[in-house]
């Protein structure tokens, strides 16, 4: 007893021999855990780095917990194909799945998963050793794959790094709700209706005539003679579709007596395009005396819509009482940030032809609707 007491008198003297050796554990250094996402309940990626400060040799573990405190964590799905090993200045050390497929390399395998625990063991293999003082990045969870899912409480939790390897830390990750960011544009739609002088818009048309935005007058009218008149249409809007215009009028040109100059082509009221022809001047046939039509210069009014452009300018005369689309763009356009672009303004020509047997009136007309309506 008293030889025994000497000793330990000696050795808090002088402290241990050089002969006996002693391992020092220690925390690692910069330990993080970045989440890809912090949302309760939700599968996340986690990024884990940290400095050893001793080495992890061949055959040892890194061993990490999450929140060793409640068990909040499920990381039971991950497998080998959902870890990324890395040291730096090292690189890259495979996973394999498990230790009888260790090859004489620098490799790791999954030795172990449960819910709240993932642990990965160097090979047993002296070139499987990871140096003191490297940086080491160790991902769990594939985006593509399988992934840890949160806690369903919002609060704080451990991450803890264990295992046999000397050095162990812990660090902490907060789980939050999401936040919802909302915003409100406020839609921009205006339509406005411009009149043109004699520039001939359309080819193969010759321009007789000027308009208003509020008029269209084509004056006197002489058999045999074609009249044609335009205006012009533009948009301002943010709408996510576009918009659409159509024309209509609430009667064919009638005149105070009753008499009519009727729909292009010849009172047929005709829906598909058609290039101009004259009336057919037919006695007895009221309808072929003269007859007007509408074109757009717009090559796409719409889908399923006619082609008033290709091989033209084409007419129709189903615009009574019928709304006709002649401009449509299908993304949002500006006349007044770039008027230079064709899909925030148009072109709409409006013809007019008469026979000899046309019956005579001074008051001929009609009113013309534009409706514009923006697409969301």
Known sequence: MVAVLILALLMWSFGLPSWIASAQAANVGNFS?????????????????????????????????????????????????????????????????????????RNAYLSSVTADEVEITMCPDVSSAIDAGDVVTIVVGDDGGNQVINPTDVQSYVIRLGGTMTDSGDTRVAIVDLVTVTAVVETIFDFSVHGLDTTDMFTGEVVTGSTTATSIPFGIISPGDEYFLMQELR????????????????????????????????????????????????????????????????????????DFVGGGPNYVGNFVNNPVPVFYHDVAASYSVDPSLGESFTYVGYKVEIGTLQEAGNDYQATIMYIATPVF
């Open 235 to 306: 948009v301002d809007t943010n709408a996510y579709n576009g918009f659409t215009v159509t024309v209509e009028s609430d009667q064919t040109l009638t005149a105070g007596n009753g008499a009519e100059i009727s729909e292009f082509i010849d009172g047929a009221e005709t829906a598909a395009a058609t290039n101009w022809q004259s009336p057919d001047n037919t006695f007895g046939l009221p309808d072929t005396y003269g007859h007007w039509g509408i074109t757009s210069n717009d090559p796409t009014t719409g889908p399923g819509n006619e």
């Open 33 to 105: 855990d970045t989440l890809s996402n912090s949302a309760p309940g939700e599968d996340a990626t986690h990024t884990l780095e940290f400095t050893l400060v001793n080495a992890v040799s061949a055959g040892e573990s890194i061993l990490i917990t999450f929140d060793p405190e409640t068990s909040a964590f499920d990381a039971s799905a991950i497998t080998e194909d959902d870890l990324v090993f890395t040291t730096d200045p090292g690189g890259a050390i495979p996973v394999r799945d498990q230790l009888s497929s260790c090859p004489a390399s």
